[in-house]
Every structure is written in C-alpha cells, then in structure tokens.
C-alpha cells in the first residue's frame, strides 16, 4: 500500500537563512525513473499539503530529471509531467536518462545499447516498442520502431528540458554541478552527469543545489547541496521537497 509522509518542517528566525524568491512555494520532485505510481501519490500528497499549509503566492513544480528508464511506465510519466508543464507553473529538467534518449532519436545510434542496459529496455516497452524486436532487432531497427512509437509531442517536450532552474538562494539541477566554475559557466555534461567531484566538496557554490541523480535513503541535506533522489524505482520512496520563502521540508511516499 502506498502512503505518504510529510516530514521535518522548518521555520527559521534567522534572516540570513537561505530563501526562495517571494510570493511563490516549490516543490521540487525527485527521480521518478518510470515509477508512475508514486508519482500519482506524490501528486496526492502536494495537494493535501496545499490544503493544510495555504499559501497567498504561487505553487511551481520542479522535476529533477530522469522522469525516464527502469521503472515500468516511463511514457505515462512523461504524459503528466508533460501535462502539468502545459497547465500549471512547472519546470521539468534534462537528467542523464533523458540525455541519452534524445541523442539517440537524434542519430547518436552507437549509444544505444548503453541506454538498454540502462533502463531504456522498460521505457521502449512503455511505448509500445515490441519486446522481440528489443530482443532480436538490429540497432537501426529499433531506432526506427523508437521514432516511430515515441510520440513527436513527448520528444519535442524532451528535447526542450532545460538543465536548470534558479529561485532565490536555490539552483535545481539534475546531478551537480562542478566546483569552482561560475554557475552561469556549468557545463550540460557535468549538470546532468557529475557525480564524486561535486558530491564532496564542501565549498560554497553560490547557491544551495537542490539535486537528483544519486540515491540516499532520505533527503539528504548538506550545507552547500540537497540530494533529493531516493531511488523511487526501486525503494518505492519518491520524495519531495518544499520551499517557501526561508522554510523547507519534506514529502515522501513509501
């Protein structure tokens, strides 16, 4: 059964605290690598969050990247993300998953068995993509049944994620950034790829990253990053993050 928590709300005094722009609340999602399910029940939980803490600006969702791969309904998960971007204030971003996908559909053919082995398999049966032909198809053969299957619609809306969001004293990316390189200077590479060399510094980048991309247990808040990846397609935890103004807690489905 699916339920969901919303944990550790804070409220700071301290007006050097890191803050969101004002007249606005975020909620930044983690990767939710196909797991439709849990996205629904997030979904859920925002809104009932929504209800209890009322709020005179405006809600803006963030997605962290990799909506895609491993987890069995890869296409109706992009359908609603693509969706609540069409009809509600939303920032979907570009993660590593993503980035494959599109350089693939894009000609980029030698990396499709990579994307295979990482959890594009299950994404191509969400499109309807046949399972012998994953199996026994040539590459070219399968680029072709991709084209055709993924709707024009879901890969211009992936073709179009950006690979960051900025509010206030908070930069969402997919997996980091690198340190000591302006923010305005990052790399794609490293803002849907990074992982050792940002995961331990300990330097002040600017702003507070709020990031996907690597698996903890819990939201995994540290003085210079928030990790918000709890490996939904697996755990059956997919969490969330809330901002407002100097405040921030937690929403979780498990």
């Known amino acids: 059964m699916l339920r969901s928590l919303r944990e550790r709300f804070r409220r700071s005094t301290d007006a050097s605290a890191?803050?969101?722009?004002?007249?606005?609340?975020?909620?930044?999602?983690?990767?939710?690598?196909?797991?439709?399910?849990?996205?629904?029940?997030?979904?859920?939980?925002?809104?009932?969050?929504?209800?209890?803490?009322?709020?005179?600006?405006?809600?803006?969702l963030?997605?962290?990247?990799?909506?895609?791969?491993r987890g069995p309904d890869s296409k109706a998960v992009v359908s609603k993300v693509r969706e609540l971007c069409q009809t509600t204030p939303c920032t979907a971003?570009?993660?590593?998953?993503?980035?494959?996908?599109?350089?693939?559909?894009?000609?980029?053919?030698?990396?499709?068995?990579?994307?295979?082995?990482?959890?594009?398999?299950?994404?191509?049966?969400?499109?309807?993509?046949?399972?012998?032909?994953?199996?026994?198809?040539?590459?070219?053969?399968?680029?072709?049944?991709?084209?055709?299957?993924?709707?024009?619609?879901h890969q211009a809306f992936l073709r179009g994620m950006p690979s960051a969001y900025?509010?206030?004293?908070?930069?969402?990316?997919?997996?980091?950034?690198?340190p000591g390189v302006p923010l305005d200077a990052q790399s794609e590479n490293d803002l849907h790829w990074i992982r050792q060399d940002f995961l331990k510094s300990k330097a002040n980048h600017g702003k507070i990253i709020i990031h996907g991309h690597t698996i903890s247990p819990e939201i995994d808040e540290r003085a210079n990053r928030i990790g918000i990846d709890t490996g939904a397609y697996s755990t059956g935890h997919l969490s969330a993050i809330a901002l407002e103004g100097i405040a921030r807690w937690h929403l979780t489905t498990c």
């Open 166 to 178: 900025g509010s206030g004293d908070y930069l969402f990316v997919h997996a980091g950034i690198r």
């Open 93 to 153: 971003l570009m993660g590593n998953h993503e980035e494959i996908l599109v350089s693939i559909l894009e000609g980029n053919i030698d990396a499709l068995g990579f994307f295979l082995r990482l959890g594009g398999y299950e994404t191509l049966l969400s499109y309807g993509v046949d399972r012998s032909l994953l199996d026994n198809g040539s590459d070219n053969e399968i680029l072709a049944a991709m084209r055709e299957r993924i709707p024009d619609d």
């Open 18 to 60: 890191p803050s969101i722009e004002e007249g606005k609340r975020i909620y930044a999602i983690g990767d939710i690598h196909g797991r439709f399910d849990l996205l629904e029940a997030l979904l859920g939980t925002i809104k009932e969050d929504i209800d209890r803490e009322p709020l005179s600006g405006q809600v803006h």
């Open 62 to 69: 963030v997605f962290v990247g990799d909506l895609i791969d």
